[in-house]
């Protein structure tokens, strides 16, 4: 529970504030993570947080969440149910190396430098099968040497 | 009219056609555009902590504070960002899709009409989402291609989620969503989130993804544009 409370201290929100929720489960109707898995309710999470209960790292919703706010667009009261999972993904330590490269590359650069975020995540791409896209890629990625990139 | 420009990192590197249309398209509307001195990156959507992330638009605001008043911010992600940490309305934070309204095409030549062409709007998440950030006119993109006698197509796609943003966590969350859009969607997909046109792109095989610049460069009369 204190894991939770801590998750929900990143956000703009109380959680009590998630008392508000109708239980319609309008977000679970329009949810992405139900295009790619099925049976995920946002609804059902808000209401885990409520009553604080435990949320674990490996749920569908929290893995995959893309961040997409159609759940906050039908939401009655507009809930940003992607800003609590992004809290939660950051608490519960879900970070993929290239989320890592991208945070190493903005602390060191203040900016993100695709080359130097793609060397850093090499590995990771080679083992997750993205090689085969590197030329689609290189069709219109623009390359610029480091220097241009400003230390801030 | 001067703005202040915020590119944001992906239109350094692998939106760098994005920028450059932005900034062709501007230039021809007879506006100036100067970038923000020393920006940093807005964050995007990889901080869990909300005062983080806001942090770094706070930042990048404080630098333009004095230099701009109205902001340009082509990255649906990072007009996002900035948007919300200005709190206290004291910038115009502008998307260029704001910026191409009715008086926009009153001013603008037209050398080329899209007849006979079909295209897909697709504006992604962001563009749309949540309302207090959202573009004004949400259907510009539908409205600019029948303007120049296009064929607009794809209804049910324009507002569902690519997966961009998981691109880098697991590609086959990604596969899965963009090709539901690709199924959904008809001719020439037009975007303008870097995100979503990488997402699209990786797995449209022969389908054309292309920026909304590029289809106004190409109504002006630019080479090569699509």
Same mark, same amino acid.
């Given at each position: 529970?204190?894991?939770?409370?801590?998750?929900?201290?990143?956000?703009?929100?109380?959680? %009590?504030?998630?008392?508000?929720?109708?239980?319609?489960?309008?977000?679970?109707?329009?949810?992405?993570?139900?295009?790619?898995?099925?049976?995920?309710?946002? %609804?059902?999470?808000?209401?885990?947080?409520?009553?604080?209960?435990?949320?674990?790292?490996?749920?569908?919703? +929290?893995?995959?969440?893309?961040?997409?706010?159609?759940?906050?667009?039908?939401?009655?009261?507009?809930?940003?149910?992607?800003? +609590?999972?992004?809290?939660?993904?950051?608490?519960?330590?879900?970070?993929?190396?290239?989320?890592?490269?991208?945070?190493?590359?903005?602390?060191?650069?203040?900016?993100?430098?695709?080359?130097?975020?793609?060397?850093?995540?090499?590995?990771?791409?080679?083992?997750?099968?993205?090689?085969?896209? +590197?030329?689609?890629?290189?069709?219109?990625?623009?390359?610029?040497?480091?220097?241009?990139?400003?230390?801030? | 009219?001067? #703005?202040? #420009?915020?590119?944001?990192?992906?239109?350094?590197?692998?939106?760098?056609? @994005?920028?450059?249309?932005?900034?062709?398209?501007?230039?021809?509307?007879?506006?100036?555009?100067?970038?923000?001195?020393?920006?940093?990156?807005? &964050?995007?959507?990889?901080?869990?902590?909300?005062?983080? @992330?806001?942090?770094?638009?706070?930042?990048?605001? $404080?630098?333009?504070? &004095?230099?701009?008043?109205?902001?340009?911010?082509?990255?649906?992600?990072?007009?996002?960002?900035?948007?919300?940490?200005? $709190?206290?309305?004291?910038?115009? !934070?502008?998307?260029?899709?704001?910026?191409?309204?009715?008086?926009?095409?009153?001013?603008?030549?037209?050398?080329?009409?899209?007849?006979?062409? !079909?295209?897909?709007?697709?504006?992604?998440?962001?563009?749309?989402?949540?309302?207090?950030?959202? *573009? /004004?006119?949400? =259907?510009?993109?539908?409205? =600019?291609?029948?303007?120049? &006698?296009? $064929?607009?197509?794809?209804?049910?796609?324009?507002? /569902?989620?690519?997966?961009?943003?998981? *691109?880098?966590?697991?590609?086959? !969350? =990604?596969?899965?969503?963009?090709? *539901?859009?690709?199924?959904?969607?008809?001719?020439? @997909?037009? !975007?303008?989130?870097?995100?979503?046109?990488?997402?699209?792109?990786?797995?449209?095989? $022969?389908?054309?993804?292309?920026?909304?610049?590029?289809?106004? @460069? #190409?109504?002006?009369?630019?080479? &090569?544009?699509?």
């Amino acid at each position: 529970m204190p894991q939770i409370d801590h998750a929900i201290e990143l956000t703009d929100y109380r959680r %009590q504030d998630f008392s508000v929720c109708l239980g319609c489960k309008i977000c679970a109707s329009v949810c992405t993570v139900n295009d790619i898995t099925g049976n995920t309710n946002p %609804q059902d999470m808000l209401q885990r947080i409520f009553l604080g209960k435990d949320i674990s790292a490996d749920e569908p919703l +929290v893995r995959s969440c893309t961040g997409c706010y159609r759940c906050t667009g039908a939401c009655p009261w507009e809930i940003r149910i992607p800003d +609590v999972i992004r809290a939660l993904r950051h608490e519960l330590n879900v970070e993929s190396p290239f989320e890592k490269a991208f945070k190493g590359s903005v602390s060191l650069f203040g900016r993100v430098y695709e080359p130097y975020v793609l060397m850093k995540a090499v590995p990771f791409l080679i083992r997750g099968g993205y090689m085969q896209h +590197v030329t689609r890629w290189m069709e219109y990625m623009g390359f610029h040497l480091p220097h241009r990139v400003k230390r801030t | 009219m001067e #703005y202040g #420009y915020y590119p944001g990192c992906s239109l350094t590197g692998s939106a760098r056609k @994005l920028d450059k249309g932005i900034r062709q398209i501007f230039a021809r509307a007879g506006h100036t555009m100067k970038e923000i001195p020393d920006w940093n990156c807005c &964050g995007a959507f990889e901080y869990g902590d909300r005062k983080e @992330l806001v942090n770094f638009s706070k930042k990048n605001l $404080e630098k333009a504070r &004095g230099h701009f008043h109205d902001i340009v911010t082509p990255c649906p992600a990072c007009y996002k960002n900035l948007k919300e940490a200005d $709190e206290a309305y004291e910038f115009g !934070v502008i998307h260029p899709l704001d910026v191409f309204d009715e008086s926009f095409f009153q001013w603008t030549k037209q050398a080329r009409d899209l007849a006979g062409q !079909v295209f897909t709007p697709y504006y992604g998440c962001i563009l749309l989402r949540p309302k207090e950030t959202a *573009i /004004r006119n949400k =259907t510009i993109m539908e409205e =600019t291609i029948v303007r120049f &006698g296009g $064929e607009v197509a794809g209804e049910a796609a324009k507002d /569902r989620c690519c997966g961009g943003n998981q *691109i880098f966590i697991d590609k086959s !969350v =990604t596969e899965k969503l963009s090709r *539901i859009i690709l199924e959904k969607s008809r001719g020439t @997909l037009v !975007v303008f989130c870097p995100l979503c046109h990488m997402a699209l792109k990786t797995f449209s095989g $022969e389908r054309k993804v292309i920026y909304f610049t590029d289809l106004l @460069l #190409y109504i002006m009369g630019e080479k &090569g544009a699509l």
